[in-house]
């Protein structure tokens, strides 16, 4: 079931030309009319010398090399559908890749995310992240909370001993390791993306949020903004630390 749920969305929404952020080794299957170009932060040889974890698995050839929070190297409104999935915890600035990713996108485009279930995975002892840890993130910047962060996972997730965090936290800060930086159940995700959408003004309505065993399948579809240059509303998007 879990791999139909998500082509069930895939099929009735997926069409056109666009890009999926950091497949690896799970890209999501494509209906017929759809065409994706692979983005990541790094070539297939570097991803396998980052993720050695991964080193039996096959990746997908990377069609195009960027930060995935912030897509730079697409122009606006140049893509029908982005997938990111299994990403948005990864980012450091999940309000400003929403605005990036929805930049990127034509009116009545595509966003499909799947998110992992912070109950249902290795996240299950963390809380959740609070709203207002989200607004800080994006206007003052990802690094006032960074550290916090790698700490919480050395010792939640990776679960080493007090006396070896500031070491574990020292390997993931040397080696760029992408942590999930926020966690979330469903309606944790939902207050983000109704405070984005009702207060932060991004141009987007909510198709659908489906729950997927240990993660749920969120679509969101872009929306026209009036005036000419609209993409994104000024001061939405936030220049985040790098990331796939």
């Given amino acids: 079931m879990f791999e139909l749920r998500r082509r069930r969305l895939a099929r009735r929404y997926l069409r056109g030309e666009g890009l999926e952020v950091g497949a690896l080794h799970a ?7 759809a065409r994706v ?3 990541d932060r790094m070539d297939v040889r570097a991803l396998r010398e980052h993720y050695p974890e991964l ?3 096959e990746l997908v050839a990377v069609d195009v090399i960027d930060d995935g929070e912030r897509l730079g190297t697409q122009a606006d409104a140049s893509a029908d559908f ?3 999935n299994h990403f948005i915890e990864h980012t ?3 309000l400003g890749t929403l605005a990036s990713h929805l930049r990127v996108l034509r009116p009545g485009g595509i966003l499909y995310l799947a998110v992992p279930d912070r109950r249902r995975t290795f996240d299950s002892a963390r809380q959740a992240t609070p709203l207002a840890h989200l607004l ?4 003052e910047g990802p ?7 790698q700490e919480e996972w050395a010792r939640l997730v990776d679960k080493v001993p007090e006396t070896e965090v500031p070491a574990r936290v020292a390997a993931l800060e040397e080696a760029d390791y992408s942590i999930h930086y926020h966690v979330w159940a469903p309606w944790e995700f939902r207050e983000m993306l109704d405070h984005a959408r009702e207060v932060g003004q991004l141009p987007f309505t909510i198709e659908a949020v489906q729950p997927n065993e240990h993660e749920f399948i969120v679509i969101l579809r872009r929306t026209p903004v009036p005036g000419p240059a609209a993409s994104v509303p000024a ?5 985040g630390a790098q990331r796939e």
């Fill in 27 to 33: 890209p999501l299957w494509m209906p017929a009319g």
């Fill in 37 to 39: 170009r692979y983005v």
């Fill in 55 to 57: 080193a039996s698995e």
């Fill in 82 to 84: 982005i997938i990111a």
């Fill in 92 to 94: 450091e600035d999940p």
């Fill in 136 to 139: 800080a993130d994006h206007s």
């Fill in 143 to 149: 690094a006032r909370s960074r550290r916090a962060h």
């Fill in 235 to 239: 001061g939405a998007q936030h220049a």
